[in-house]
């Protein structure tokens, strides 16, 4: 099976342009919330982490550019919403650079390290791309939870507390 490179492109901009969307439309504040679940992340921090995946599978694995990445300070990650956006901009266009320049059955340019909880077998240029839509398709719909979760624990904060609806 060949995937059109477009394709790709199409639905990898799809779930990327819809997480960007979400930390948009809920702002600086909301964007930061992290909800009460043990290990829970705020939208900028999701959106944060697929950036330094997008950017290090893509950039570092398939198109072979030294990425210095830092995943745990991904999640971690706070702040306005302003310069995380033009930065998923660039993300999103070095993407498609990339995936255009990819070849697909080729091996990687490099090893992910384990602790980036990859695959858990050797990769090509192809399936690290295919990781690459499998983090930004879960994550975007996570990120859509999540902004209802906020959204409804703003105008009502017994929905966020987890004792909504108890006796």
Same mark, same amino acid.
């Given at each position: ?11 990898? /901009?799809? $779930?990327?342009?819809?997480?960007? *969307?979400? #930390?948009?439309? %809920?702002?600086?504040?909301? =964007?930061? @919330? !992290? ?35 830092? /995943?745990? $300070?991904?999640?971690?990650?706070? *702040?306005? #919403?302003?310069? %995380?956006?033009?930065?998923? =901009?660039? @993300? !999103? ?75």
């Amino acid at each position: 099976m060949v995937i059109d490179k477009d394709d790709y492109l199409y639905f990898a /901009r799809r $779930a990327l342009d819809g997480m960007t *969307g979400i #930390v948009a439309e %809920l702002g600086d504040d909301l =964007a930061n @919330v !992290r909800p009460p679940f043990p290990g829970a992340n705020s939208p900028h921090a999701l959106l944060t982490h697929c950036l330094g995946v997008v950017s290090y599978w893509a950039g570092a694995l398939v198109a072979g550019r030294e990425v210095v990445r830092d /995943r745990d $300070a991904e999640f971690a990650a706070a *702040g306005p #919403v302003g310069p %995380l956006l033009e930065r998923a =901009a660039a @993300v !999103r266009d070095q993407l498609a650079a990339d995936v255009r320049a990819a070849r697909p059955a080729e091996p990687l340019r490099g090893t992910p390290p384990a602790a980036f909880l990859g695959p858990d077998r050797e990769l090509t240029q192809g399936a690290a791309l295919l990781h690459v839509y499998e983090e930004l398709a879960q994550h975007h719909g996570q990120m859509e939870i999540l902004r209802d979760w906020i959204a409804a624990s703003a105008v009502d904060p017994g929905i966020g507390s987890g004792t909504k609806g108890r006796s």
